[in-house]
């Protein structure tokens, strides 16, 4: 094989980097009106001894309008994604005994510390939930101004019911909000830059090809705040979109643009993030896209 062509891509991605490059395909018309979709990377674009970007994105009007995407899942500390998922298992469950008896114009998160939800296992994690369900099935009704919480203390730990708003497509519900681990802007900024360090050469290399280069993360806890970004702003300069998913089991539910071409949002406008009152995402919890990479 000819050292100037590119591999024959892998047939198969992790459900995550799918449903985001989806998410991102998703976003792409509000930013730009052109339709996007993924192809087969090119030949002749890259060195064979260099590893290759995640996507290739092609418009569906111009050939040569091209995107390369880099994905990259944010972890700040060790155990995070496994406390996640435990946690938004639990609110999961409870959020189904919840379901029409909360305010239907409102959203709530549920905040359940790591040490509460370590030891939240057969028939403890079963007390916690009739416990919880009936507390916020209260609570919830009492809570009607965005950001107003209530704590409650169980088995010595602080559990936190906060009013997200009004949302359409998220009344109605509980969602998990996982709890920060300490000092998590060192532990984030430490991750952040390794995923920056191991990310930013291939799109660097796309990017002098001529493509456009997107980077999405996906935060794991939904704590990447636009100042942790910031402070790579020169570094991330010639990358044309940032976009921060918050993810729930490989489904992107939040979608944020930090960095549009050469405008870094310091406040995301509401046509910026997403879902909004006229979007939502396309894909299903669970259900594979059916990307073609």
């Excluded at 998160?109 to 007390?127: C, E, H, M, W, Y």
């Excluded at 203390?153 to 559990?159: F, N």
């Excluded at 999405?216 to 402070?231: H, Q």
Aim: aromatic share 8%; net charge positive.
């Amino acid at each position: 094989m000819p050292r100037n062509l590119v591999k024959q891509p892998k047939t198969m991605k992790k459900p995550n980097e799918e449903n985001a490059c989806r998410a991102f395909i998703d976003i792409l018309p509000a930013l730009t009106d052109t339709i996007y979709d993924v192809k087969g990377k090119p030949p002749d674009v890259l060195n064979r001894r260099t590893s290759d970007v995640d996507f290739v994105l092609i418009s569906s009007t111009d050939k040569n309008d091209k995107i390369a995407v880099e994905h990259t899942i944010l972890e700040s500390f060790d155990g995070q994604i496994e406390y996640v998922k435990r946690s938004r298992d639990i609110v999961g469950v409870i959020n189904d005994r919840c379901r029409e008896r909360i305010p239907p114009d409102r959203y709530y998160f549920l905040n359940i510390p790591p040490q509460t939800a370590d030891f939240l296992v057969g028939k403890s994690r079963t007390l916690f939930v009739i416990d919880l369900s009936s507390w916020v099935k209260e609570t919830a009704q009492k809570l009607l101004l965005v950001d107003s919480y209530i704590q409650t203390d169980y088995k010595g730990h602080k559990i936190t019911l906060t009013c997200g708003g009004n949302t359409a497509c998220l009344n109605g519900n509980v969602w998990c909000m996982p709890q920060e681990p300490e000092n998590p802007k060192a532990l984030q900024s430490k991750r952040l830059e390794r995923a920056i360090r191991d990310k930013l050469p291939k799109l660097t290399k796309y990017k002098e090809q001529g493509f456009k280069t997107a980077l999405l993360l996906e935060d794991v806890a939904g704590t990447l705040s636009d100042s942790s970004l910031r402070g790579y702003a020169i570094t991330l300069d010639e990358v044309d979109y940032i976009v921060v998913f918050v993810s729930n089991e490989d489904r992107m539910i939040v979608g944020s643009v930090l960095k549009e071409n050469s405008v870094w949002y310091s406040f995301i406008p509401p046509n910026r993030r997403f879902p909004n009152g006229k979007f939502t995402f396309r894909q299903m919890p669970g259900k594979r896209t059916g990307v073609e990479t």
